[in-house]
């Protein structure tokens, strides 16, 4: 059974920093591509951040220079470190694994950015 467990969102001012975290459990994770992905009230689910296997990372305009991604795939954990958070970043973000042609989600995680 797979399980990708998100933690570490919360209430955070304008310009702070948060590290999200998402633990996995039943996937082969160091063949996985892992992802974080948001969705805001009213909006369509988006990209965020991916990581491949190999390391390889991309990025949203929107985040691009502030946000982080990374692995560990000892810990079979996947990290987005958020900095210069702003208001728009407001959202529940959810972690996403992809082996082809599976695909999984977690429950998600809210980051609320406000002052």
């Known amino acids: 059974q797979v399980q990708l467990v998100e933690s570490g969102g919360g209430l955070v001012q304008p310009g702070g920093s948060l590290r999200l975290s998402c633990a996995a459990s039943g996937i082969i994770f160091r063949i996985a591509t892992m992802g974080w992905y948001r969705q805001a009230p009213g909006k369509q689910r988006e990209l965020v951040a991916t990581i491949s296997s190999g390391g390889s990372a991309n990025y949203a305009d929107s985040v691009k220079g502030r946000f982080t991604i990374s692995r560990d795939n000892t810990k079979t954990t996947v990290y987005l470190q958020m900095n210069s958070l702003k208001p728009e970043d407001t959202a529940v973000y959810y972690c996403?694994?992809?082996?082809?042609?599976?695909?999984?989600w977690g429950q998600g995680t809210q980051v609320t950015v406000s002052s």
């Open positions: 996403n694994s992809r082996i082809w042609p599976n695909e999984n």
